[in-house]
């Protein structure tokens, strides 16, 4: 079946360094994949999409690559704030249907 | 300017109420999404809209019956409340299938008691 994981663990990390989330994805082939940020009591906001030609994607201090090969798309935040503290949702857009899937997410708490 | 507004932001009900939920987008999107949000924080589509046409109709209980009066507006109506339900209910909009970038309203928690 199709799976979305991403480490269901927060990452605590200290201001100042490098955040990377990790989303892997099994039985799909994606045309695109797209990240989120949540705040606890909003709706996620989106922030990048990469599609499966693009080995990289930034977007000032964010940086996104995807592995088709590996199935797996990385999420980086260079430079990190505490107000990078939220949840990041990976996405899926299947190929089939055209649905958005998402990951369960990843919640980053970045320390002052 | 609200992009993506849904009414009301919290819901509290017995079992077995009717109940609906409203969402409105001055974006200009052609396609507007429901989705479900349970305690895990999965987030799970529920239905979509374009252009007033059902497209995506998950496997979800026939209680749940959207309804799309034009392309802006996008109502959830839910019919004989089950505890289940209780969840984060998400609307979103975008532009042109499939959805490259979707916007988010923020969210409607039903608590049903």
């Known amino acids: 079946s199709q799976k979305i994981e991403q480490n269901s663990e927060a990452l605590n990390i200290q201001e100042g360094k490098t955040a990377t989330l990790t989303c892997n994805y099994t039985n799909y082939s994606p045309a695109y994949l797209q990240w989120y940020r949540q705040d606890p009591g909003r709706g996620p906001v989106f922030l990048l999409l990469?599609?499966?030609?693009?080995k990289e994607k930034r977007k000032e201090r964010l940086k996104v690559t995807f592995d088709t090969t590996l199935k797996q798309s990385l999420f980086h935040i260079t430079a990190s704030q505490p107000a990078d503290s939220a949840t990041y949702l990976c996405?899926?857009?299947?190929?089939?249907?055209?649905?958005?899937?998402f990951g369960q997410g990843t919640t980053l708490q970045v320390k002052p | 300017d609200t992009a993506v507004s849904q009414t009301p932001k919290y819901l509290v009900t017995q079992m077995g109420n009717d109940k609906s939920i409203k969402c409105e987008q001055n974006?200009?999107?052609?396609?507007m999404y429901w989705y479900k949000q349970d305690s895990k924080k999965f987030l799970k589509i529920m239905f979509s809209y374009n252009n007033k046409e059902l497209i995506i109709n998950e496997t979800v209980p026939n209680r749940f019956s959207p309804k799309s009066p034009d392309k802006a507006h996008l109502n959830l109506h839910i019919n004989s409340l089950e505890l289940g339900d209780s969840a984060v209910y998400f609307c979103a909009s975008s532009q042109g299938r499939p959805a490259y970038e979707q916007y988010f309203g923020p969210g409607t928690r039903l608590t049903v008691t």
């Open positions: 974006l200009g999107h052609d396609t």
């Open positions: 990469i599609r499966e030609n693009e």
């Open positions: 996405a899926l857009i299947s190929s089939n249907t055209g649905k958005l899937i």
